[in-house]
């Protein structure tokens, strides 16, 4: 399985941003995909989750700013991120859980100036 994130960048305090990932390989039938970031210095935490029944989880400090969608046909997850603050900077990695394993993407850096 191979998991290939799209998006990010660099926004201001306030802004938004969308997260693509796309699972690819072995790929289809994933119990959970959703997002984790790793700010510097901290350990990796979840961002969002969202079953292939549509359940989804988001962090606390993340409720009522982001939104993450599933596309189980396209076998990809979105993430939406408005009212960015600073505290959301970091590596934001795509994870997709299987019954046979656990699969992480390469990461994609999310910069919010203030």
């Known amino acids: 399985v191979q998991l290939q994130a799209f998006g990010g960048g660099l926004v201001q305090a306030g802004g938004f941003l969308r997260l693509s990932c796309v699972a690819s390989?072995?790929?289809?039938?994933?119990?959970?995909m959703g997002w984790y970031r790793q700010a510097p210095g901290k350990q990796r935490e979840l961002v969002a989750v969202i079953t292939s029944g549509g359940e989804t989880n988001y962090a606390d400090s993340v409720k009522g700013r982001f939104t993450i969608s599933r596309d189980n046909a396209k076998n990809s997850i979105d993430l939406q991120m408005n009212s960015l603050k600073p505290e959301d900077t970091g590596v934001y990695y795509c994870?997709?859980?299987?019954?046979?394993?656990?699969?992480w993407g390469q990461g994609t850096q999310v910069t919010v100036s203030s």
């Open positions: 390989g072995r790929s289809f039938g994933a119990n959970t």
């Open positions: 994870n997709a859980k299987y019954v046979w394993g656990n699969y």
